[in-house]
């Protein structure tokens, strides 16, 4: 980017202090039970719903997918889940408590 002259040359060294790099996502399979396990406790607080487990195939699943996003679609993804998950519980139980009111 500094060669093409799209980003200031000073700014780049004054950022460039230590360099580090991290693999794709896709080349870290590995870390994605221990991801999943990170989001759903830091988004599942929020919605006070208990941590979900994921299943051998779940996990295998998450495993096959390529993650074009990286570990942001990861955690869209788990929050997406926690969001549906949440939004199953309540109608739940506002169904439960609708049928026992009727019965």
């Avoid at 399979?29 to 195939?57: N, T």
Wanted: charged fraction near 30%.
């Amino acid at each position: 980017m500094t060669q093409q002259g799209t980003f200031r040359k000073d700014l780049f060294f004054r950022l460039n202090v230590v360099r580090i790099h991290l693999p794709p996502l896709r080349e870290r399979l590995e870390d994605i039970p221990f991801l999943l396990r990170h989001y759903c406790g830091e988004l599942g607080s929020e919605s006070s719903s208990s941590d979900p487990e994921f299943s051998e195939d779940s996990l295998r699943c998450l495993k096959s997918y390529g993650w074009p996003g990286n570990i942001r679609e990861l955690r869209n993804f788990v929050e997406n889940f926690i969001f549906e998950r949440s939004a199953a519980e309540n109608r739940n139980r506002a169904s439960a408590a609708s049928h026992s009111r009727t019965h």
